[in-house]
């Protein structure tokens, strides 16, 4: 289900008639041009998704008698139809305005064009559509990769996101993050409305980062690239050191990179997740520090073996 009210605000649309509810059935993010159907061609109609009317669609109605037109509207507005929304400020029939009030259909109007506005209505079903998940956590833009940083309440999370602003870096969300499942490989984390922009810090209270820091220490989403974990540094536990595993955890079906941070006094944690940033792209880039270290102690041993070997005959 759709939100009317939501869909109006972000496509700007002009309703002509309203839903009963203010919800609209919509469960997939596509759209149909009844271009076929008004010819009364049936087969195939996918009605369950919102109907597009362009220009082509109404000149084609102007052609048809009242008669026929009615017969045509009665049949199509006989299925379920989510809504109606006609492009480039057209004039709507009088008949279809009849059947869309006896049955209840909602008609939305806009200016834009028909091709503009399938893709970005489809864009938007896109996201309204997708799986969503509310985390506990900071999402922060470092250098162009999402960090989902998590770990329990107080651990730092948000002074390290803080001192990452300070820094250069834009914050996205903190405390809660909603994320998106866009597609199968892609996340996308952003604030929730009334939290947006506003950050805890304990001792000080609620500071609002816009208003301290610009508009360019902000951003209004961001894909999840890597997941930090942090947490109070646990003696005997063995932490990574090498980087030659790389853990994965999955949100929302979907696997992406992920790092155990311990945090212990003096540890400099804004620096470490900037160098974690710039690994995870270099990684993405082919490049692995600890397989580059790895290969050269290989090449190490190798050639000493072969100079052991030559001195032994």
Not at 3 to 13: D, G, R, V
Not at 113 to 128: D, F, P, Q
Not at 188 to 196: I, L, Y
Not at 257 to 282: C, D, K, M, S, T
Request: charged residues 25%.
């Amino acid at each position: 289900m759709i939100s009317e009210k939501k869909l109006i605000k972000a496509m700007n649309f002009e309703v002509i008639v309203p839903s009963t509810d203010g919800t609209l059935p919509i469960s997939e993010a596509d759209v149909n041009r009844p271009g076929l159907q008004l010819t009364g061609f049936w087969d195939y109609f996918a009605f369950e998704r919102p109907q597009l009317f362009g220009k082509v669609e109404m000149a084609y109605l102007e052609t048809l008698d009242e008669e026929t037109l009615r017969a045509r509207l009665n049949t199509y507005f006989g299925f379920k139809l989510p809504c109606i929304i006609v492009c480039r400020s057209m004039e709507i029939p009088k008949a279809m305005l009849e059947c869309a009030r006896i049955r209840h259909i909602p008609i939305y109007r806009t200016k834009e064009n028909t091709v503009k506005l399938e893709m970005t209505l489809i864009n938007y079903l896109n996201s309204e559509l997708a799986p969503h998940k509310t985390m506990h956590g900071v999402l922060v833009d470092v250098y162009g990769v999402g960090l989902l940083i998590t770990g329990n309440s107080g651990v730092g999370k948000s002074e390290a996101a803080l001192e990452l602003v300070k820094r250069g870096h834009r914050l996205v969300a903190d405390d809660a993050v909603d994320i998106c499942r866009v597609n199968d490989t892609r996340l996308v984390g952003r604030a929730p409305e009334r939290t947006r922009h506003f950050m805890e810090i304990r001792g000080v209270g609620i500071i609002d980062i816009y208003t301290m820091y610009g508009v360019s220490s902000v951003i209004r989403e961001k894909s999840i690239d890597m997941e930090v974990h942090m947490e109070l540094w646990q003696e005997g536990r063995n932490y990574e050191r090498l980087g030659l595993d790389d853990s994965t955890t999955t949100i929302l079906g979907v696997k992406i990179p992920q790092l155990l941070l311990p945090i212990h006094p003096g540890r400099n944690i804004a620096i470490v997740l900037e160098v974690a940033a710039r690994n995870l792209r270099l990684k993405q880039m082919g490049y692995s520090a600890a397989e580059e270290l790895l290969r050269r102690q290989m090449s190490a041993f190798e050639t000493n073996k072969k100079q052991f070997d030559e001195e032994e005959k």
